[in-house]
């Protein structure tokens, strides 16, 4: 029976084709199942045999690890040459998105905010 490995939700290409590879490396069969088109289930990668699966999170454990370190790494490089993305450098660059997600943000804090207002006046 097929044992869910990896959620897909908010997983990178890159990091979805980097398990696949180490997967495939340790000779563990898996196989993808995509997102829907409505956004109800988001794939994920799952494995063929449940006797593989203490393997494979070993596996994973390690790759997630070594994968934190080089993300964490490239983050403070970019941020020390300057290329790395921050709120400064997005106003800068999209400032009426920025000023629209921050709006969006009041009206929805607001609307929620609203009924303990109201009840309270």
Same mark, same amino acid.
């Given at each position: 029976?097929?044992? =869910? ?8 290409? /890159? ?8 997967? /495939? ?34 596996? +994973? ?34 400032? =009426? ?7 969006? +943000? ?6 929620? =905010? ?8």
């Amino acid at each position: 029976m097929a044992k =869910l490995l990896l959620n897909l939700r908010n997983v990178g290409e /890159d990091e979805s084709r980097d398990v696949g590879e180490l997967l /495939d490396r340790n000779n563990i069969p898996w196989y993808r199942t995509e997102a829907s088109p409505w956004g109800i289930s988001s794939g994920g990668i799952w494995l063929r045999e449940n006797d593989d699966h203490p393997r494979a999170k070993a596996l +994973m454990a390690d790759y997630q690890a070594q994968r934190s370190q080089r993300v964490r790494a490239e983050r403070e490089a970019g941020l020390r040459d300057g290329t790395a993305e921050t709120f400064g450098s997005v106003f800068r660059q999209r400032p =009426l998105f920025v000023i629209a997600v921050l709006l969006g +943000m009041l009206a929805a804090a607001a609307l929620v =905010l609203l009924p303990f207002v109201l009840l309270r006046g």
